[in-house]
């Protein structure tokens, strides 16, 4: 089963207004990563953000963690028509083995 | 250049076929890794290599086997090809940082498998 989970599936908004997607897990985790696809292409590494940190900037973007409640979310700022595309969250764990799983991604539409 | 470069970028095979698809790069990275990805299911890890001499299995490996050739190849088998493993295969680099660290994965462009 996925460990962790994007919502919404899909979000459509108007270019300046603000995007926030968010992502579930199951199990502890050691660090947690957000990526980026544009449409049939390979992903784009966006942030990560480590178990003990609880918010991480980059740009536009801005990721928080809360370990209590097991999820993040991703906040992009002042968005525009070029952010357009699917966003996943990745969760990494290490115990006897790597581990590191991927949601299913919400597709994000930003309108001109 | 790419730094991470995937062969083929497209192929289409027919049922019990086998088939390989290659990845290799030039970012020095020690770690390789397999992926597919379906509609509506994300990405799911095949198999993945912390070293040239380390093979791991991930969450959906049977009907796949891997080749670390060097340090820069990594090449997914598909030993007979079956419909359900028409995808979209990417691969994957990242650095060693130690456990717990985190690394950053650099994807490939992607290769899509049609399995008729």
């Known amino acids: 089963s996925q460990q962790g989970e994007e919502d919404p599936q899909a979000l459509s908004i108007q270019e300046g207004e603000n995007a926030t997607m968010n992502c579930s897990y199951k199990t502890s985790i050691n660090n947690l990563q957000w990526y980026r696809q544009n449409s049939g292409r390979g992903l784009v590494h966006l942030i990560l953000?480590?178990?003990?940190?609880r918010e991480k900037h980059s740009g536009r973007l801005r990721v928080t963690l809360d370990t209590s409640k097991k999820s993040s979310s991703l906040l992009i700022t002042a968005s525009r028509a070029a952010d357009t595309a699917s966003y996943f969250c990745a969760t990494v764990t290490w115990g006897s083995n790597y581990k590191l799983t991927f949601g299913k991604g919400t597709l994000l539409t930003v309108n001109p | 250049d790419a730094d991470v470069t995937q062969t083929p970028r497209n192929r289409i095979t027919k049922t019990g076929k086998r088939i390989m698809l290659e990845c290799s790069q030039t970012k020095g990275h020690d770690r390789m890794y397999w992926y597919r990805q379906d509609p509506g299911l994300g990405l799911r890890l095949i198999y993945y290599s912390f070293d040239v001499k380390d093979i791991n299995k991930g969450e959906i490996s049977d009907g796949y086997s891997v080749s670390r050739q060097a340090q820069a190849k990594f090449s997914l088998s598909l030993e007979s090809a079956i419909p359900n493993q028409t995808a979209l295969y990417f691969c994957?680099?990242?650095?060693?940082?130690?456990?717990?660290?985190?690394?950053?994965?650099?994807f490939g462009p992607g290769t899509r498998l049609l399995v008729l």
């Open positions: 994957a680099t990242s650095d060693r940082t130690g456990q717990g660290a985190g690394e950053t994965q650099y």
């Open positions: 953000i480590r178990s003990n940190e």
